[in-house]
């Protein structure tokens, strides 16, 4: 996937982030991060936020793997659901500890993301859940 096709899927999701379409965006980090950058293999990366959210983003390939991986602390856990053109294609549960980041993820061979558009939910526990995000598809 391109450079550009990237930087079009991030600035789609910050729209659908502003117009309040279901897309939660990203809360400024504090210091020590949950997450790295997914660098360019990043379809998304969402930084840091609280509670229950998620993202809808598009620019998903079905000729590479996917790979959905979620990080969270705080006490509690958080339910992830990640849909595919409307198809559920993974859910996982990760244990958030408290002090420290839980980290759960999940890989998926080519063909099972659709091309196109792809949503993921995040369903906390707790409403002071800290958890990031990232999707990537290595090339």
Do not use: Y
Not at 38 to 49: A, F, H, N, R, Y
Not at 104 to 131: E, K, L, T
Not at 133 to 139: D, K
Request: charge should be negative.
């Amino acid at each position: 996937m391109t450079g550009v096709r990237r930087i079009a899927t991030v600035a789609l999701l910050t729209v659908f982030g502003l117009a309040g379409a279901g897309v939660v965006p990203a809360v400024a980090a504090t210091a020590g991060g949950l997450l790295p950058h997914p660098g360019p293999d990043g379809l998304v990366w969402v930084e840091e936020s609280t509670g229950d959210g998620g993202v809808v983003s598009a620019g998903a390939s079905n000729t590479l793997p996917t790979v959905l991986t979620v990080a969270c602390e705080g006490g509690g856990d958080v339910r992830v659901t990640m849909e595919s053109q409307g198809v559920q294609v993974a859910a996982f549960t990760v244990d958030c500890p408290v002090g420290s980041a839980g980290v759960g993820s999940v890989a998926m061979d080519p063909g099972v993301m659709q091309w196109g558009s792809f949503s993921v939910g995040v369903d906390a526990s707790r409403d002071d859940i800290r958890w990031a995000l990232t999707v990537t598809q290595p090339e």
